[in-house]
């Protein structure tokens, strides 16, 4: 049975930094694309960034182009968000996202399985 687990995620302050990790069980993890997406209060899930399954493509959403950096370790079978730059707007609960193949896409109705979340809160 497919699982992705978020360990807790953090407080930080503004310019600050936090890594997520997504740790997936019970799947090929080389053959799917993965991505993040977050949803602050109040507010619909938005799309942050996505790797393909080989890691060759990465497209970040422009809020966090230049200040997130998604990668993978497919021999861990785990998808990394390394956030750093923090902003108060970064608030937010994210969420990893496994897709139904290797390709990415910025829609998370492209996404099968979704982790649990984990809170990221920014203070200013």
């Known amino acids: 049975q497919l699982q992705l687990v978020q360990p807790g995620g953090g407080l930080a302050q503004a310019g600050g930094s936090l890594r997520l990790s997504c740790a997936a069980s019970?799947?090929?993890?080389?053959?799917?694309?993965m991505g993040w997406f977050r949803q602050a209060p109040g507010k619909v899930r938005e799309f942050v960034t996505a790797?393909?399954?080989?890691?060759?493509?990465?497209i970040y959403a422009d809020s966090v182009k230049g200040r997130f950096t998604i990668s993978r370790d497919n021999d861990k079978n785990t998808v990394y968000l390394q956030m750093s730059s923090l902003k108060p707007e970064d608030t937010a609960v994210y969420y990893c996202?496994?897709?139904?193949?290797?390709?990415?896409?910025?829609?998370?109705?492209?996404?099968?399985?979704w982790g649990q979340g984990t809170r990221v809160t920014v203070s200013s």
């Open positions: 996202a496994r897709s139904f193949d290797s390709t990415i896409n910025v829609y998370s109705r492209a996404y099968a399985y």
């Open positions: 019970g799947l090929t993890f080389s053959s799917y694309g």
């Open positions: 790797i393909s399954g080989s890691g060759v493509r990465i």
